[in-house]
């Protein structure tokens, strides 16, 4: 199970059995948000992670923002997640 908590004023954690496996920054402006970060650590992608994060981070701001290359996307789509290819 994924656990989404704050991070301080401006971060949220994601972490799996008590180990924090990803992080999402962001910095407020009244109902909005802009995305500065999001990672996951290795062995924890394509597991849902950075999906949890920006459920909760959709759900608790009106307006997400995110700039990634130059490109900017507004309440930035949340990918079905893959499966994990097998070992």
């Not at 991070?7 to 109902?31: K, N, R, T, Y």
């Not at 950075?50 to 700039?67: F, G, P, S, T």
Request: hydrophobic share 45%; net charge positive.
């Amino acid at each position: 199970m994924i656990d989404v908590v704050p991070w301080g004023e401006h971060a949220l954690s994601a972490c799996i059995d008590g180990q924090q496996v990803a992080m999402l920054d962001f910095s407020p402006c009244g109902g909005e948000a802009t995305l500065n970060m999001l990672f996951v650590k290795p062995p924890f992608r394509h597991r849902g992670v950075a999906r949890a994060l920006m459920r909760e981070i959709q759900r608790r701001y009106a307006q997400v923002r995110w700039v990634n290359r130059g490109r900017e996307w507004t309440r930035p789509t949340i990918r079905v997640a893959r499966p994990v290819p097998a070992a």
